[in-house]
């Protein structure tokens, strides 16, 4: 009798541990991770990402699209926690200006990245000033992705520096590289705003137009910002972030399986699994 009372409370303790283990585990927050909408290369960050924090690190993760403008404000409210595709110093320069005080940078997660004015390698022009020159070649338009992007702005800034006479249409991104492959499959000359890493520059041969004038600035780099809270909600994936930096051709590697037909979880899930010691770099001691 005194073998069987020992047995159950044994049982009940081990239910007891169980249940406040399990309860540990499921007392972690969702957290809130915002990517630029129709941006390949920040679909494709945020989703490996996403998946490496909850596989790894064990925080469940949403991921919400928003314009670049929204996903700044929202991870000074805290409605978001962490985002990914902070492009400074130059594209998210103004957001930086305005939100700096309410968010912590961590750091670059992608160097080498650059935005400018983009064309068919096959097109005869190598620089921005030279577009006014060929207007009639290009139909006077230039163009764009979503109104409110960083590199919209700085595309209007290159229209008034370099005097062009050229309508900048806003669309997104998605649009804009839909209206480059029509002009590319019929070999006519079309200029698009573009930006390293993306997929576009592994499917066709492109090329920057040269900026003398300094219009797009020198190049950015995406950091990882995130709200304050994040310090004390989630340690661990702030140490992780410290550490989340791409190497060149890596994201994309991924954007052009997700171009190819796979669903972006997937090719996030593939990459993940091809590439263990990267990922183990990353999180490190965090786990």
């Known amino acids: 009798m005194k073998h069987l009372k020992k047995l159950v409370l044994a049982g009940a303790f081990a239910l007891t541990g169980?249940?406040?283990g399990n309860s540990m585990a499921d007392s972690k927050p969702t957290l809130n991770l915002g990517y630029v909408q129709g941006w390949d290369d920040s679909v494709a960050s945020?989703?490996?990402?996403?998946?490496?924090?909850?596989?790894?690190l064990g925080y469940p993760v949403k991921l919400i699209p928003a314009a670049p403008g929204i996903m700044w404000g929202g991870v000074a409210r805290g409605d978001l926690d962490i985002i990914l595709a902070a492009a400074l110093p130059n594209s998210h320069a103004a957001y930086w200006e305005r939100y700096k005080d309410q968010v912590h940078d961590l750091g670059a997660n992608y160097l080498g990245a650059k935005i400018g004015l983009v064309v068919p390698d096959y097109v005869s022009i190598d620089s921005i000033a030279d577009l006014q020159a060929h207007k009639a070649d290009f139909s006077g338009r230039i163009v764009g992705i979503d109104a409110?992007?960083?590199i919209m702005k700085k595309a209007a800034d290159a229209i008034k520096v370099y005097n062009l006479d050229y309508q900048l249409l806003p669309s997104s991104g998605p649009a804009m590289v839909a209206e480059l492959s029509r002009s590319i499959n019929s070999h006519k000359p079309v200029v698009v705003t573009g930006w390293i890493p993306h997929w576009?520059?592994?499917?066709w041969k492109l090329k920057f137009l040269q900026d003398p004038k300094s219009a797009f600035g020198d190049g950015d780099h995406y950091d990882?910002?995130?709200n304050p809270s994040l310090d004390s909600k989630a340690p661990s994936v702030v140490a992780f972030l410290k550490k989340f930096q791409w190497k060149p051709g890596e994201l994309d590697s991924i954007m052009l399986a997700t171009e190819n037909g796979a669903k972006p979880e997937d090719a996030a899930a593939s990459w993940i699994a091809a590439h263990g010691e990267r990922v183990n770099t990353w999180v490190g001691a965090s786990q």
């Open 18 to 20: 169980l249940i406040t």
């Open 46 to 56: 945020a989703t490996v990402a996403a998946q490496v924090i909850e596989k790894r």
């Open 148 to 150: 409110g992007a960083g």
């Open 200 to 203: 576009m520059f592994a499917k």
């Open 224 to 226: 990882s910002v995130v």
